[in-house]
């Protein structure tokens, strides 16, 4: 019997893609992990360090085949805005000649592309659900909307199996810089979790719309394996989450970590609580029918995101 | 007072862009006209010819800035599938190029992009309407759906203010080799209008969504003037059209001059049927609410059309 072909996850020594990486090895998969920053991917990788965006990279990374490709590097938002020919460069031309690559090998190898819910558009609209339209205004979300036709045109063609899920906010992330301007939702995990005070600089009334890093890599494992027949004709989903207000969050955060949620003091910043403090109704049957899944409850949330905080 | 800015139109040279610019002139304004192939450009405009791909030809086209630019440069579909490289090059990064290089004279310029109904798929799917899924196969529909989303992120950034237009066929183009993989439609134009027998590539039932060059005309110097706040959130509409079968649309030019519609001998080509002679019903709400119209009839569809066959 021959050894199934690898998996590919790009963008692997990130906070989803070590959780995804761990997971995998877990269940005795062979991995390729390629990552800009390969610091801390999990032992047991085939760890490639380097750019998307060098093509000698991804010859080595696709190698002689591979059964799927996890794509989660990017240039994320906050950088992509700083740095549009950075993103353009990664987010859609690397990711076009991936997508090229991968689907040469003639074995229509599984594609998950993590894709955002910024390609609704900054602020969103009043209600999304998947028959929003697609009208992004950052960067980010453009690139993201642009790659969301590649992989359904590779798809069409026969060259790919693309699966693209859209992410909504990922709890938590660990501490520091991530090129995120969403990160503050993780960071009033750590401040809780610490027993420390935390500004908030959206509201206790904004709404967010999040999923546990445990509930997303399940999520990224079931797209691996999911019938895509049951995929709408884009291939793409908004992934389901929970919409919560931080003041909800904050108070079942305090509780579950024994603190006050008098420790958090709620001072909005205009353009973020526009841009991920005012989340409107989410419905995602298109992703519910798929097999896809949210945490199931607030408590689950944060107990789910606080057993990674580590 | 100051000169108003000149009216960029790239794709000037080929059928469509021919009869806008003419058109223009007529209006007293001020075009410059870039093609590849520059023949045929009709006089009283700035001639620009060479290859969108050019940065140095980009810069002499956008000058000192433009009010408008009509953007109908592309590699077409047939040529697209040929080459996917060359489409790449000209559909996604020239025309990226171009957005960026129109966006930065910050006079918010009206940017006009013709895409095409091949973003729905290859087959299309059984009904058309504002709100189906955009899903490509072949490269060109691909790349216009791709630039859509560039079109949308310029335009809520205020780089411009952009109107997409998916065009159906355009009757009747000239004879020859066009790119175009549904010539046919046209064809059957000039051989009934020379009396001559005339082999159609699809069946009598074979149906398409049609507008007459005059009507196409028309809608493009509408979108250079049309209130923006009636676009739908992704400046993106598909044109009203007419859809007529291939057997209606010969017996009405028959008639019309005056020939017999036994000239015409059906031989249907599986791919040809399936990929331009199953267009399926067809409703552009959209459209109509920002003033789009089609040609109003089949009989005024082939008097316009027989009009402008030269």
Chains 1, 2 share one sequence.
């Not at 020919?85 to 074995?107: K, P, T």
């Not at 990922?170 to 991530?178: D, N, V």
Request: contains cysteine; negative net charge.
């Amino acid at each position: 019997m021959t050894q199934p072909l690898p998996i590919l996850v790009t963008g692997a020594g990130g906070f989803v893609g070590r959780s995804i990486v761990a997971s995998l090895l877990e269940q005795g998969r062979e991995v390729v992990a390629m990552d800009v920053m390969a610091d801390g991917i999990p032992a047991g990788a085939h760890v490639l360090a380097g750019d998307l965006a060098s093509a000698d990279l991804r010859r080595e990374a696709l190698g002689d085949g591979v059964s799927a490709v996890i794509h989660l590097a990017t240039v994320p938002g906050g950088a992509a805005e700083a740095n549009p020919v950075a993103s353009r460069a990664i987010n859609v031309d690397a990711m076009y000649d991936l997508l090229l690559e991968a689907s040469a090998f003639g074995n229509y190898p599984r594609f998950v592309y993590a894709s955002s819910i910024a390609v609704f558009g900054d602020p969103l609209p009043a209600f999304v659900d998947d028959q929003s339209p697609l009208s992004p205004k950052m960067i980010y979300g453009a690139h993201k909307a642009m790659m969301e036709h590649a992989v359904a045109m590779f798809t069409n063609r026969g060259g790919i199996e693309g699966v693209t899920v859209r992410l909504p906010g990922i709890l938590a992330r660990p501490k520091g810089p991530s090129g995120l301007k969403s990160a503050f939702m993780s960071n009033l995990f750590h401040a809780l979790k610490a027993g420390e005070e935390f500004t908030c600089p959206v509201s206790a009334q904004a709404t967010i719309w999040a999923e546990s890093l445990a509930c997303v890599t399940g999520n990224f494992l079931h797209a691996l394996e999911l019938d895509t027949t049951l995929l709408p004709p884009t291939y793409a989903v908004t992934l389901p989450a929970l919409r919560v207000t931080m003041g909800d969050l904050a108070q079942e955060i305090a509780r579950q970590c024994g603190v006050s949620a008098d420790l958090v003091r709620y001072e909005p910043d205009a353009a973020l609580e526009a841009a991920f403090g005012a989340q409107p109704p989410l419905s995602t049957p298109a992703a519910t029918k798929a097999g896809f899944a949210d945490d199931g409850g607030l408590d689950r949330l944060v107990a789910s995101a606080l057993q990674t905080l580590g």
